[in-house]
């Protein structure tokens, strides 16, 4: 049973930087795409950035140069890293992990982040 908690979110000033973790149990890196997602009120959820197994990432093109997904597999950890960070960023930010076959979606509970002066 794959079981995903974030944390690591708060307010934080525009141009700020912050780092959301997500505790991932259950999760085979070779079986999952692991992601970090986002949604504002009345709004889609987007997707922010995505780790392979093998270490190919993918960004969004609002993120790309300031965020940065790691993951640490020994601890069955993900990571965002966001940096230069602007007041439309705020957002809830889910950590998601996707099974390839077949696809399964899995996703925490969310974090609030918040920039704002």
């Known amino acids: 049973q794959v079981q995903l908690v974030e944390s690591g979110g708060g307010l934080v000033q525009p141009g700020g930087s912050l780092r959301l973790s997500c505790a991932a149990s259950?999760?085979?890196?070779?079986?999952?795409?692991m992601g970090w997602y986002r949604q504002v009120p009345g709004k889609q959820r987007e997707l922010v950035a995505t780790?392979?197994?093998?270490?190919?990432?993918n960004y969004a093109d609002s993120v790309k140069g300031r965020f940065t997904i790691s993951t640490d597999n020994a601890k069955n950890m993900v990571y965002l890293q966001m940096s230069s960070l602007k007041p439309e960023d705020t957002a809830v930010y889910y950590c998601n992990a996707r099974r390839y076959i077949p696809v399964i979606d899995y996703w925490g509970q969310g974090t609030q982040v918040t920039v704002s002066s």
């Open positions: 259950g999760v085979i890196y070779s079986m999952h795409a």
């Open positions: 780790i392979t197994g093998t270490g190919s990432t």
